[in-house]
């Protein structure tokens, strides 16, 4: 049982360029979300999913685009890559949006744009 | 909106030492959770308190939710370098978590 796995571990990207981390979790959840994760700023919700074909923005949604066309995969796209996007990106999942589940998180993305 | 804010951000301690963490809500929760992150990894679970007053243990570390449920801690007894790491409340409520912003623990041998 894999859990959630994020692709690729680590990426360098330059400015303006875009790319697709990948994330897929094979525990049949419901819900899946991206988090990125930036010093003494804890973790902020970028975009989440409460099941396929159906997402939602979170708390910093603006650069980024996501897509749920199946209850296993929930790619997170970046458009235009921005320094400002330098982070730590995880996915994580859960049985479904209700507030009492575990959250379930990807090893994590390390992201640099340059 | 809602907000989960947790104190303090830093804490270094001596291997033996004890160690608390602090998460405060801006408003009443359904419940919380609290997740250890090790240096290099991911958030992974540890457990979840649901109930006004609720105080559960794991072996050196006691969790606490306030009677009003507003607030946790994280104790952390005896501290150990296996403890490093930052540990993270969620705060849930509608429907959403709410994450702290993570307290780091240092811990000298």
């Known amino acids: 049982n894999a859990g959630v796995t994020q692709t690729p571990k680590f990426q360098v990207l330059k400015t303006g360029q875009s790319m697709t981390l990948q994330c897929a979790q094979d525990?049949?959840?419901?819900?899946m979300s991206w988090y990125r994760q930036d010093p003494g700023m804890g973790l902020r919700l970028i975009h989440y999913?409460?099941?396929?074909?159906?997402?939602d923005q979170g708390e910093v949604p603006n650069g980024y685009n996501v897509s749920r066309s199946t209850t296993e995969d929930f790619p997170l796209r970046l458009l235009s890559a921005a320094p400002s996007q330098t982070s730590v990106y995880f996915c994580?999942?859960?049985?479904?949006?209700?507030?009492?589940?575990?959250?379930?998180f990807g090893e994590g993305s390390w992201l640099t744009v340059v | 909106g809602q907000q989960v804010m947790q104190i303090p951000q830093y804490q270094h301690v001596q291997e033996g030492e004890d160690f608390t963490t602090y998460c405060n809500s801006s408003t009443t929760l359904s419940n919380i959770q609290w997740y250890k992150q090790r240096p290099g990894g991911h958030p992974v679970f540890l457990i979840q308190l649901v109930k006004s007053g609720e105080v559960k243990k794991q072996k050196r570390l006691t969790f606490q939710f306030g009677e009003a449920k507003k607030n946790s801690s994280l104790h952390i007894t005896a501290t150990q370098t296996t403890d490093v790491g930052t540990y993270f409340c969620?705060?849930?409520?509608?429907?959403?978590?709410?994450f702290g912003t993570g307290t780091s623990l240092t811990v000298i041998p």
């Open positions: 994580a999942s859960s049985r479904n949006r209700g507030e009492r589940n575990t959250i379930y």
């Open positions: 969620a705060g849930g409520a509608g429907n959403q978590f709410y």
């Open positions: 525990m049949n959840h419901e819900y």
């Open positions: 999913s409460v099941g396929a074909g159906i997402t």
